[in-house]
């Protein structure tokens, strides 16, 4: 009889297994959708590097790069952005082992270092704009603007989003959800820092030395 009651009980670990298993596809789905996402932001940025290198010496009599970029200023600002890289990168590691507070300071910290990088932006375009250098002013500059004009706006919404994932980290703590949402807002902004590193490269430091 024992035998018999032991063979009609359900197994229940088939159902856990095909759990998981769903539970992990849907995760691959996200990040897989993530990354295509990605991809068409670097094709937008690729056009606007290319429209910058189109205008990038159509000064129309206006000032060149070398007259109105502050390097130390920029080189600041570069640096604010890669610590803020490295500060992320210990939110993720914090993130793992369940370290909610860690993660919140982290992703604070973080959000923190990408407003100073806004700001130090907006003061930039302010004092071109207070000198005359106006997006209008020459193809250069609109390129100038519109290009990192750009890259600031996308930096302003990762900084939207880190305050969201630490609104639903205080709410829900690190569940799956939370931590798949974290790898794919990790994925953004150090996609952001490579696309500045361009930005700095292509359009500051060659700018200058021409």
């Not at 359900?10 to 991809?39: K, N």
């Not at 670097?42 to 000032?63: K, Q």
């Not at 490295?86 to 369940?98: D, H, S, V």
């Not at 390129?143 to 004009?149: E, Q």
Request: aromatic share 12%.
């Amino acid at each position: 009889m024992a035998t018999v009651t032991e063979q009609t009980l359900p197994d229940p670990t088939f159902h856990l297994v095909e759990a998981h298993s769903h539970e992990h596809g849907a995760g691959g789905g996200t990040l897989l959708g993530f990354w295509i996402y990605l991809m068409s932001d670097a094709l937008l940025f690729a056009a606007v590097f290319a429209s910058f290198g189109v205008l990038s010496s159509a000064y129309a009599g206006g000032p060149t790069p070398r007259e109105i970029f502050e390097l130390p200023l920029v080189a600041l600002n570069t640096a604010i952005l890669l610590v803020s890289s490295i500060t992320f990168g210990f939110a993720m590691l914090a993130m793992e082992p369940g370290k909610v507070r860690s993660t919140q300071a982290w992703l604070l910290v973080t959000a923190l270092l990408g407003a100073s990088f806004v700001a130090v932006e907006l003061y930039e375009f302010g004092s071109l704009i207070a000198e005359g250098a106006t997006p209008q002013r020459s193809g250069f500059l609109s390129g100038f603007f519109t290009l990192v004009g750009l890259h600031g706006l996308h930096v302003t919404a990762g900084i939207v989003w880190i305050f969201v994932m630490l609104a639903q980290i205080g709410q829900r703590g690190l569940i799956v959800a939370n931590k798949r949402r974290l790898m794919c807002l990790g994925m953004f902004w150090h996609f952001l820092d490579v696309v500045w590193i361009g930005v700095f490269t292509f359009v500051y430091l060659l700018g200058v030395l021409r």
